[in-house]
């Protein structure tokens, strides 16, 4: 599913802001009827570790850029967003590519891991990251109670009035169920770093988000 012939022309898509911008509307509108029709699932503490669920395009990229910040003791691929039962890579339908984040809310909150999200992608591109498109890659960050989605909306808020007609193009969705995609999957980044795409598009991607925030990073994150 990862494209391997889209390198130059990829990254300089990914590099333009709005550079993938169709109507939204379909996109609101699935978003409003989720909103009003679902209950957030809250998933549990344990050993006072907190979970958080976001899409951004390829889980590849999306889970090295969260376990480079301070406070995540882990990050997992997997899907979320659907309805679709047992998904897997080949068939994850009505699913984006997702990552569960374990984290220590006394060292990162979820407000930051909310702008380690935005501040990770192109946040006005609808259904895809950079070279990747479709509804599989598509935006989407998750709520688990009134309080997260609060602070989600007040930062959409803050950025859609600096963004000069163009919007965020993240849904916004009750959380329900994460689904761990397969095995090797995980740490993909870290166990594959000659890959053209992780070389071409996920390394990249890492390393502009750490130019960014280089104060959220883990100390052995900043080399």
């Not at 935005?118 to 609808?126: A, C, D, E, M």
């Not at 509804?135 to 989407?140: D, F, K, N």
């Amino acid at each position: 599913m990862k494209k391997i012939t889209f390198l130059i022309a990829g990254i300089l898509l990914f590099s333009v802001p709005g550079a993938c911008k169709p109507s939204n509307d379909s996109n609101k509108q699935a978003e409003a009827i989720a909103q009003k029709e679902q209950t957030p699932v809250q998933t549990e503490t344990v050993e006072g570790l907190k979970k958080a669920y976001f899409a951004s395009g390829c889980f590849w990229c999306v889970e090295a850029i969260y376990e480079s910040v301070k406070g995540v003791k882990e990050a997992i691929s997997g899907y979320s967003g659907g309805e679709t039962k047992n998904p897997t890579y080949q068939n994850h339908a009505d699913h984006a590519e997702a990552v569960e984040v374990i984290y220590d809310p006394v060292v990162v909150s979820f407000s930051q891991l909310v702008d380690v999200y935005f501040g990770s992608q192109n946040i006005t591109q609808v259904n895809g990251q950079g070279p990747d498109h479709g509804t599989s890659y598509r935006s989407i960050i998750f709520y688990q109670n009134d309080a997260e989605k609060k602070i989600i909306d007040e930062k959409i808020s803050a950025l859609n009035k600096q963004l000069n007609g163009d919007k965020v193009a993240a849904q916004v969705l009750p959380f329900q169920k994460f689904w761990k995609a397969e095995a090797y999957h995980q740490n993909y980044e870290r166990n594959n770093p000659d890959n053209p795409y992780i070389q071409n598009v996920s390394i990249p991607r890492l390393n502009r988000f750490k130019e960014k925030f280089p104060e959220l990073l883990k100390e052995d994150s900043t080399h």
